[in-house]
Each structure stands twice: as C-alpha cells, then as structure tokens.
C-alpha cells in the first residue's frame, strides 16, 4: 500500500521538484542572491533586528519614525533571519525560504484543483504553476507576495474542507487568516467573505456552522487585534490593520495619475517611477514632515475628496483605467513578452474553465469571489505594480485554466450509426 501511494504521489513530488529547480536555477544564474533594496521591508526588519523597534520612513522616505505602514508578519520574519544570518546572508536565506514557500504553492495548487475537480486536473494545475516566470521572479524579491499568496491559498484549501464538525479544521483556518491580515491588509476582505460562503454552503445546519465560524473569527481576530490595539495606542486613532490606506488612494487618484505608481509630471511621464514620485510631492514635504503616518494619511484624505469634487470625470476614468491594468498589464512597467503569453494562456483558459465548472456545477464560488474581490479593491486602491497584486488570485485562474484544458482535449462523444 505504501509503495502504491509513493507511486501515485511521485508525478506531483516531480512537479514541485521542477518547480523548485527552476527557482533555484534564476535564483542563482539570472538574478543576485544577496541583493538588498531600501523600501519599506527592510527598512523595519532592520530596525527591528538591530533593537529600535518597529520603524521606518514610510512610503515617502520623509520622516524616519514609529510605523504602521506594513503589518508585522514579514518584516518581523526577516527581522529573525537578520538576527540569525547577518546581513547578507539573511537576505540569501530569506529568498531560499521564498522559493521553498512557492513550492509550497505549487503543492497548494494541485490541492485545491483535486479537491474540487480530479486529480488529473490537479497535476496539470501544479504543471501549469511550476512553469509560471512571474511567480519563479517574484521568489527572488524581498516583499511579502510569496507569502501572503501562499496564505490565500492555505485558506481557499481549508475553506474547500471545511467540516462544521471539527473545531481543528476551524482553529487552522482561523490561524491561516490571522496570518495572512498580519502579512497583508487586503486578506482583511476574506474574513466575511469566508463566512458567509461557508454560511451559505452549510445552512442546512445554521447554528453548528455559526459556533465553527466563531471559532474561526476568534482565533483570526487573537492574531491581529494585538496589532490593531497596538496602532490605536501609538497614533491615538483608529488604524486597524494599516496606515497609509488615504495615501494608496491620493497616489492612483490626482491631477497627476496614470492608475498605477508611475505619476506624471507637467503632463509628461518622467524618466523613472521614483522622479514622478518625487516631482509630484516634493511640494508637500514641507507640510507633511511635522506629521506622523495617520496625520499624514489624513492630509492625503483631504487632497483625495479635493481632487474627486474638482475632477469627478477624471476620477470615474480612472477606475476603468486602473480595473484594465489590474487584470492585464500596465504599459509603463517593463514586462516579458513571454510572461504575457503565459498570463494570456492561462486567463484564456481560465476563463473557458470556469464557464464550464459553472456549467457543471463544481465548487468554485471561492474562486469566483476572490476575483471579484482583489480585483475590486485594486481597482479603488490602484495596481501600484499591476501583475504583482494580482499574483495570490493567479493559482486559482491557473486551477480552472487546467480544467478548461481537460474539456476541451476530452474526446467527443458522437452517437455511434445504426
């Protein structure tokens, strides 16, 4: 029996095996290791490591004080590896983690695509994902995309098995949704969204499935409500999970907005991403130094609502723009011609797959209502980096793109003649 269940489960290692291999091989042939970049991450984890607690300069780099612009998870977890590595090499470490995270992912995908449809359409998921560039680079960044996809996918998974019957089941789902609102603020969305699906799936038995999602929202809510007290005692304002929220808003909504992080500047796009950024407030620094993140979040508020009084049109427009970019790519940012045909591959498929799964009846609502989610609140907060925001909702496109795969090869069956 053992060896029957290594033999079956020998296509799926191989899967995840390539996947890891092709991480490890860009990792170490086509990009640097030991690479270090100045942004927000690394800016906490250093600070952390080194004893000055949990501080940055924010999104501007204007004032370098307490923070709550990103949520703990990430910087904290290379915060330890600084601590245990040193600098560089916790940089080398962290990335190592990274890849083996996307492998993880890998696994997650074929996971998910079993449980709802087969498991040949589970393979060819997990195929799919390994081969993917844009998840194989983004293993190599230090930012928390690997991580938080991973935790969208753990949660799907164990949404999809959820049992109104056992509190281990609900106690795992609520740590994975803990985890993933300490690592980022857009996870916040799953908690009702969760609910109410499970809800709905399991009304049959209302009141069992109410007490498990309690369970489930208490343990999520032990996680991050330390965080969100945390932020209310040190800015003396209601910061639940980040600051910053009105600042995303101001930056893909003024006179200057493309829809994503590139801003104009006297109507042209400057040279780079960071001198649009920095033509655009340099005439704000002076009011915005004295401030602290939720006073400076509360300036952008007002600069916010200013521009959509004055340039309700422009604002309207912008939300198609940024809708557009978010579920294709932007034209600013430098993108692969290969990772556009792999992405059009699998959103073409993917969209075939899920007519038919609706057609068919499968379990895909969780799929339908992570779409619809991520790509609504990006397209009010803005894709600042495009396909990079959309990455945790890709291994589900990829889930119905190997199922739309497996209709179309399946043969015909024609009514034989008489």
């Known amino acids: 029996m053992l060896r029957e269940k290594a033999k079956s489960s020998l296509p799926l290692l191989l899967i995840c095996g390539f996947n890891l291999a092709l991480c490890l091989i860009y990792l170490f042939r086509f990009s640097d290791p030991f690479y270090f970049i100045n942004h927000e991450a690394t800016q906490l984890a250093w600070s952390l490591a080194t004893g000055q607690g949990y501080v940055g300069a924010g999104g501007l780099h204007i004032r370098y004080a307490v923070s709550a612009l990103l949520q703990p998870a990430y910087p904290c977890l290379l915060a330890l590896l600084i601590v245990l590595f040193k600098l560089p090499y916790a940089l080398l470490a962290m990335r190592l983690l990274q890849i083996a995270m996307t492998a993880a992912l890998c696994l997650t995908t074929y996971l998910i695509a079993a449980e709802v449809f087969?498991?040949?359409?589970?393979?060819?998921?997990?195929?799919?994902?390994?081969?993917y560039l844009?998840?194989?680079?983004?293993?190599?960044?230090?930012?928390?995309?690997?991580?938080?996809?991973?935790?969208?996918?753990?949660?799907v998974l164990l949404t999809l098995k959820f049992d109104n019957k056992s509190v281990w089941r609900s106690l795992a789902l609520g740590l994975t949704l803990g985890l993933a609102v300490?690592?980022?603020?857009?996870?916040?969305?799953?908690?009702?969204a969760i609910g109410l699906y499970l809800l709905v799936r399991y009304r049959a038995d209302g009141w069992r499935t109410v007490r498990h999602l309690l369970i489930v929202l208490?343990?999520?809510?032990?996680?991050?409500?330390?965080?969100?007290f945390r932020n209310i005692a040190t800015y003396n304002g209601f910061i639940p999970v980040r600051s910053g929220f009105w600042g995303v808003l101001?930056?893909?909504?003024?006179?200057?907005?493309?829809?994503?992080?590139?801003?104009?500047?006297?109507?042209?796009?400057?040279?780079?991403?960071?001198e649009g950024i920095t033509l655009h407030f340099r005439p704000m620094i002076a009011e915005l130094a004295p401030l602290d993140e939720y006073q400076q979040d509360r300036y952008f508020k007002a600069k916010l609502f200013a521009f959509i009084a004055s340039r309700p049109l422009d604002f309207v427009r912008l939300l198609f723009v940024k809708f557009y970019y978010f579920i294709w790519f932007n034209p600013f940012d430098r993108v692969e011609p290969f990772w556009l045909l792999e992405y059009l591959?699998?959103?073409?498929?993917?969209?075939?797959?899920?007519?038919?799964?609706?057609?068919?009846?499968k379990r895909v609502v969780p799929f339908i209502l992570l779409f619809v989610l991520f790509t609504g609140v990006y397209t009010v907060m803005g894709p600042l980096y495009n396909w990079k925001y959309r990455l945790p909702v890709e291994p589900f496109l990829m889930v119905l793109a190997a199922f739309g795969l497996q209709r179309l090869a399946a043969p015909v069956n024609r009514p034989s003649r008489p």
């Open 250 to 274: 101001y930056s893909t909504n003024n006179p200057d907005a493309t829809g994503t992080i590139w801003l104009k500047h006297g109507g042209r796009l400057p040279a780079s991403v960071n």
């Open 118 to 131: 087969d498991r040949k359409t589970g393979l060819l998921a997990a195929l799919v994902f390994s081969l």
């Open 345 to 361: 591959f699998i959103l073409i498929f993917g969209v075939t797959g899920l007519y038919r799964a609706v057609k068919e009846k």
């Open 182 to 192: 300490l690592t980022n603020a857009v996870t916040l969305i799953l908690l009702p």
């Open 134 to 155: 844009p998840f194989i680079f983004q293993a190599t960044l230090i930012w928390d995309t690997v991580l938080v996809s991973l935790l969208v996918s753990l949660a």
């Open 218 to 228: 208490a343990v999520a809510a032990a996680l991050f409500l330390p965080w969100s």
